[in-house]
């Protein structure tokens, strides 16, 4: 296990499920850029109900970073060339609203949640 922050664009709508204990989860896919220019597709669960609420209320195209579980895999392409992918197990997501309301409250002095505790 990798604990990991990935940042890139949903590939598609993230997808709900229900696990076999009743347990709500949210699917989707990212697109990362790396530094190559290339693009890497990663795969991404989440249980907790902040990220699934979180990745629910956007769509395709938008930006996001996420944190959690990074696995590293390869699959195999039609021309048999090995392409490398990742799973992620999500814990906590950022989008570009996140980043604005946290400059905002700085920006006007307010402590951040959790300094001064």
Same mark, same amino acid.
């Given at each position: 296990m990798i604990d990991a922050l990935v940042s890139g664009r949903l590939a598609a709508d993230p997808k709900t499920g229900t696990s076999r204990n009743?347990?709500?989860? @949210?699917?989707?896919?990212? &697109? @990362?850029t790396t530094a190559d220019e290339e693009r890497?597709?990663?795969?991404?669960?989440?249980?907790?109900?902040?990220?699934? %609420?979180? &990745?629910?209320?956007m769509g395709a195209g938008e930006p996001v970073t996420l944190s959690g579980e990074l696995t590293p895999k390869v699959w195999t392409d039609r021309e048999?060339?090995?392409? /490398?992918?990742? %799973?992620?197990?999500?814990?906590?997501?950022?989008? /570009?609203?996140?980043v604005s309301r946290r400059r905002k409250t700085v920006q006007q002095g307010e402590s951040e949640p959790g300094e001064g505790d």
């Open positions: 009743g347990s709500a989860y @949210v699917t989707a896919r990212v &697109l @990362v890497l597709s990663v795969s991404v669960i989440a249980f907790s109900a902040r990220v699934v %609420d979180g &990745l629910m209320a048999g060339n090995a392409q /490398p992918t990742a %799973d992620l197990k999500a814990h906590a997501f950022l989008t /570009p609203y996140h």
